[in-house]
């Protein structure tokens, strides 16, 4: 039998004790349609969560001192005194026979022990994906600036109420041109862009593949 983990060691493993000075170190995760039947095999799993974790820590599996078996959280004892609880919690749409022991979360162990947890991160923007009313404005607001086509040649255009007009070559691109491009993302050149002649395909695929009409949304 090994033995007294000082605190700098437990809190290393599991943090912060509660304010009673018990360790959380487990979590038994149960499905919410379980039977009162089924709850017994709950407190078995934290049971045996207990019981492990005492073997991790070098003990004996028998060592450990099950306190108030069934009662919620688990508890154990070790032999130098040291308090170890194993929680539980339902998983909602789970299989009724649903059982597994996990480690506890970073929050989890937060609100174990009393203390604030930190709200998540704001979750990464999602990609608005290819649609008219994110491109036309961006279009319209690069206009004048250089674009280039699939095959490296430079171009500008201007830009009204029904067309794209391409400066060089003095030739008119149609916004339903841009919209069945944009339709038909991811596409790997002009020749996939549905009803566009390639002669306005090559403008349309240059503006619409362009970063600064995509900026990363599709």
């Known amino acids: 039998m090994m033995g007294d983990f000082g605190p700098d060691r437990l809190r290393q493993l599991f ?3 509660n304010e009673n000075g018990v360790y959380l170190v487990g979590v038994v995760e149960f499905s919410d349609d379980a039977s009162e039947d089924q709850w017994s095999y709950v407190g ?3 049971m045996g969560t207990l019981e492990s974790v005492a073997s991790r820590l070098g003990y004996e599996r028998r060592d450990i001192r099950i306190a108030e ?3 919620e959280p688990g508890r154990g004892v070790l032999p130098d005194g040291t308090e170890l609880a194993v929680t539980s919690t339902t998983v909602p749409g789970s299989a009724s026979w649903h059982r597994s022991s996990r480690e506890p979360t970073p929050e989890e162990r ?3 022990a009393g203390h604030p947890v930190p709200p998540p991160p704001p979750p990464e923007p999602v ?3 290819p649609n008219m009313e994110t491109a036309r404005p961006r279009i319209e607001e690069h206009q004048g600036e250089v674009f280039y086509t699939k095959t490296g040649k430079p171009f500008t ?3 009204n109420h029904y067309t794209l007009v391409i400066v060089e070559s003095r030739r008119n691109v149609q916004w339903h041109e841009i919209r069945s491009a944009l339709e038909a993302w991811p596409i ?3 020749s996939e862009i549905p009803r566009c002649p390639e002669r306005s395909g090559r403008y349309v695929y240059g503006i619409v593949s362009d970063e600064r009409i995509r900026q990363g949304d599709w």
């Open 15 to 17: 943090g912060d004790p």
């Open 44 to 46: 078995n799993t934290q």
């Open 69 to 71: 078996p069934y009662r």
């Open 110 to 112: 937060l609100r174990w």
């Open 127 to 129: 990609p608005v994906g």
């Open 157 to 159: 255009y201007r830009t």
């Open 188 to 190: 790997a050149g002009p």
